[in-house]
């Protein structure tokens, strides 16, 4: 049966390109981070090197909680691709709007590691806070236009997942929300926050039944991975 008009079959590897050119995005968001952790240079008068990078622990913490939610946001990007079998022009510009929020991350994290502990770090840890809630309605609006009546899902995808994907990513922008809202009271509750979404969204999203699977089935799909 012929594709519908704007829409693209996922045979021949062409979604695997959409995870390729994301998973490069993912991984230089991922890298940049680093840039924020500086070697101490021109060192006071009786100040140790350790003392000196002792110091700089609101980077460290800045640092390791995107990079884990990052990490997560990854595997989650990885996981839903393997429920979808197809794509159209709506699903690359909502997966492009993702990317676009993932590269942001970085600059909100700089922010944290400067301001934590500070005048200003309410309004940093805000802005943290902010550009997540705004990752996390991208993730959910990318997952929409895939799963709504089953439009981009792949035809051998567990059911049972697809609805569990569903259900994990309705209160992703709300709890982001209460992060953002705690910003403004603690700073570092916040920043837990974060973490802890991490971990939640860590976790495989369900249980695959007995005899079924959640990847695409070489039969099904042309020998498409």
């Given at each position: ?60 913490l ?46 909100p ?64 922008p ?20 974060n973490?802890?979404?991490?971990v ?26």
């Amino acid at each position: 049966m012929p594709e519908a008009a704007g829409f693209m079959s996922g045979e021949g590897g062409e979604t695997s390109r959409i995870e390729a050119f994301s998973d490069g995005v993912f991984a230089i968001a991922m890298t940049l981070l680093v840039l924020d952790l500086k070697v101490p240079h021109d060192l006071p008068d009786g100040t140790t090197l350790a003392v000196a990078l002792a110091r700089q622990w609101p980077s460290y913490l800045a640092f390791v909680t995107s990079f884990a939610t990052i990490l997560i946001m990854w595997v989650n990007h990885h996981r839903i691709f393997t429920l979808i079998g197809r794509f159209d022009d709506r699903l690359l510009f909502y997966n492009g709007l993702l990317l676009l929020g993932v590269t942001v991350v970085p600059f909100p994290t700089g922010l944290v590691a400067e301001y934590l502990g500070h005048p200003g770090q309410y309004l940093a840890a805000a802005i943290y806070n902010g550009t997540f809630i705004v990752i996390a309605l991208l993730f959910t609006l990318l997952w929409r236009t895939a799963s709504t009546d089953g439009r981009l899902i792949h035809r051998s995808a567990n059911a049972d997942s697809v609805r569990a994907v569903t259900e994990s990513y309705r209160w992703g922008p709300a709890i982001y929300g209460i992060a953002f809202a705690l910003a403004f009271v603690n700073v570092a509750a916040s920043l837990a926050l974060n973490l802890a979404l991490a971990v939640k969204f860590a976790r495989p999203i369900s249980k695959t039944p007995r005899g079924e699977s959640n990847e695409r089935r070489l039969g099904d799909s042309g020998g498409a991975l």
